[in-house]
């Protein structure tokens, strides 16, 4: 069982990194916005395809307030707490169990 709690670990792990770089990109995705860069820029269309399927959906539940957009504060909040902090600590304790 050590090596199916190894490859579990090891999923966690990657779960984790890839959550914290979404993170990252939500963050360019702010300062993007900020500059007001070229919306035809490889990478700028590159970080609105990535980030626009999170950020539409909960935009449907939470418009914006006072034309302030909190959709990229909730979306950086989600992926903290339910990936980092519930679903790789979860399967990080489930990996230790197996061993």
Do not use: C, K
Request: no cysteine; hydrophobic share 60%.
């Amino acid at each position: 069982m050590f090596v199916l709690g190894n490859a579990l670990r090891a999923v966690a792990e990657l779960l984790g990194t890839l959550a914290h770089i979404y993170v990252f990109i939500l963050i360019g995705r702010v300062i993007i916005s900020w500059v007001n860069a070229d919306r035809f820029n490889p990478i700028v269309r590159l970080i609105d395809n990535l980030t626009e399927p999170l950020l539409g959906r909960i935009r449907r539940f939470v418009p914006p307030i006072a034309g302030l957009d909190f959709s990229i504060l909730i979306a950086i909040l989600l992926v903290q707490v339910g990936v980092q902090g519930f679903l790789v600590r979860s399967l990080i304790d489930l990996a230790h169990r197996l061993r």
